[in-house]
């Protein structure tokens, strides 16, 4: 059971340059989320997802942009990478009804340079 | 606005003292309470929630954490320390209800635990 993937692990970008961050889990999760973590800052939500073709901005939103044509897949689109993009990022997804539990992904570490 | 305070940034513990993690949170409803622990390099594990009924909630690798309203706190607790607890410890909360953006988390800045041998 692979849980919440993200790829990659690790990724350099020159300022201005674009590149997507993939997430995909396998639990049939109707919810999926981004977050950025920057150190003493907590994990902050850029977008999330409440089913396929269905997104919404977070605390964070400007410079990424999200799409969810399929249940398993929430990728995160930078473009024109900033320094101020230079962060780790994490992916979470949770089912549906109560109980609010995220199960996160590994994380993508992103420096922008 | 929900929001989540861990007033304690950094905290070091001797191997086999007690410990304890402060959280509060603020908001007007009924929250949802969670801690996640963070190892480094690694993602966030639930180490335990707080949805309702008794206040005291056990959680895995030996954690628990009593939830008082009156002071609007959710504070861990270990009562012995190991070496393999010295990681990043989150408190978050979340909304009770229902919609889209029902059950977003707000999770608090952190506390970093370092374990003395």
């Known amino acids: 059971n692979a849980g919440v993937t993200q790829t990659p692990k690790f990724r350099i970008l020159k300022i201005g340059q674009s590149m997507t961050l993939q997430c995909a889990q396998d639990m049939n999760h109707n919810y999926m989320y981004w977050y950025r973590q920057d150190p003493g800052m907590g994990l902050k939500l850029i977008y999330y997802?409440?089913?396929?073709?269905?997104?919404d901005k977070g605390e964070v939103p400007n410079g990424y942009n999200v799409s969810r044509s399929t249940t398993e897949d929430f990728p995160l689109r930078l473009e024109l990478a900033a320094p101020s993009q230079t962060s780790v990022y994490f992916c979470?997804?949770?089912?549906?009804?109560?109980?609010?539990?995220?199960?996160f992904g590994p994380g993508t570490r992103l420096t922008v340079t | 606005a929900q929001s989540v305070t861990q007033p304690d940034i950094h905290i070091t513990v001797s191997e086999g003292a007690s410990l304890e993690l402060r959280c509060n949170y603020s908001y007007g409803a009924t929250p949802y309470l969670f801690w996640y622990v963070q190892s480094p390099g690694q993602g966030l594990q639930l180490l335990l929630k707080y949805f309702s009924g008794d206040t005291l909630v056990q959680g895995i690798k030996g954690f628990e954490a009593e939830f008082k309203r009156s002071q609007s706190s959710f504070n861990l607790r270990k009562p012995s320390v190991h070496w393999s607890d010295a990681a990043e410890y989150f408190c978050?909360?979340?909304?009770?209800?229902?919609?889209?953006?029902?059950?977003?988390?707000?999770f608090g800045k952190g506390t970093k635990l370092s374990v003395k041998p």
């Open positions: 979470a997804s949770r089912g549906a009804g109560a109980g609010y539990e995220q199960y």
């Open positions: 997802s409440v089913g396929a073709g269905i997104t």
């Open positions: 978050a909360v979340g909304a009770a209800g229902y919609g889209g953006s029902q059950g977003n988390l707000i």
